[in-house]
T-cell receptor, first 116, second 112 residues
Framework: GAVVSQHPSRVICKSGTSVKIECRSL??????MFWYRQFPKQSLMLMAT?????????EQGVEKDKFLINHASLTLSTLTVTSAHPEDSSFYIC????????????FGDGTRLSIL | KQEVTQIPAALSVPEGENLVLNCSFT??????LQWFRQDPGKGLTSLLL?????REQTSGRLNASLDKSSGRSTLYIAASQPGDSATYLC???????????FGSGTQLTVLP
């Protein structure tokens, strides 16, 4: 089945650091990838839709200058949390849209981000 | 804007019980509805996907139903096991944008 690799799985860093999270579709091409954020005991909230070769579409309330998204190839999207602060600590999950599959999105295993 | 609600938020049952998890959505113009399982600190595992034209899907001990007209879906788990303990999320797909809207989840604990 389709596989999405998300890296790193866990990051702990100091406040003010920028952190990059990678999302790769390993055996299919994804023109669209999605980035979600999940706080403890809450559901997944869509942050942005990443489109290959064009600018990402951000959901209302998500700062595009804070959460930089790059989707330069059909198999890789990156999310960079710039100048991270403790309130950015969360679980970030990506998914990739496989238009040739009945299942609309394949999910990565998530990245636990902890800002000290 | 689509809103997805799951009831109950948490459920604890003894091993062997049959149980039903509920999911409701406000916009019936969905492309499909999907049920996921999430273990603590992990990503999502897709369990069942029901296309908008279907009424139910089955996989092993799991059965999911969809009633678009009433905006409801249920996940039925038969003969529950401790290994079924996890958070179960439902999500509705909006066709044009291929975006999923997730419910808040039901945290299930199956006691041995």
């Amino acid at each position: 089945g389709a596989v999405v690799s998300q890296h790193p799985s866990r990051v702990i860093c100091k406040s003010g650091t920028s952190v990059k999270i990678e999302c790769r579709s390993l055996d299919f091409q994804a023109t669209t990838m999605f980035w979600y954020r999940q706080f403890p005991k809450q559901s997944l909230m869509l942050m942005a839709t990443s489109n290959e070769g064009s600018k990402a579409t951000y959901e209302q309330g998500v700062e595009k200058d804070k959460f930089l998204i790059n989707h330069a190839s059909l198999t890789l999207s990156t999310l960079t949390v710039t100048s991270a602060h403790p309130e950015d600590s969360s679980f970030y999950i990506c998914s990739a849209d496989d238009r040739h599959s009945n299942q609309p999105q394949h999910f990565g295993d998530g990245t636990r981000l902890s800002i000290l | 804007k689509q809103e997805v609600t799951q009831i109950p938020a948490a459920l604890s049952v003894p091993e062997g019980e049959n149980l039903v998890l509920n999911c409701s959505f406000t916009d019936s113009a969905i492309y499909n509805l999907q049920w996921f399982r999430q273990d603590p600190g992990k990503g999502l595992t897709s369990l069942l996907l029901i296309q908008s034209s279907q009424r139910e899907q089955t996989s092993g001990r799991l059965n999911a139903s969809l009633d678009k007209s009433s905006g409801r879906s249920t996940l039925y788990i038969a003969a529950s096991q401790p290994g079924d303990s996890a958070t179960y999320l439902c999500a509705a797909l909006r066709g044009s944008a291929r975006q999923l809207t997730f419910g808040s989840g039901t945290q299930l604990t199956v006691l041995p």
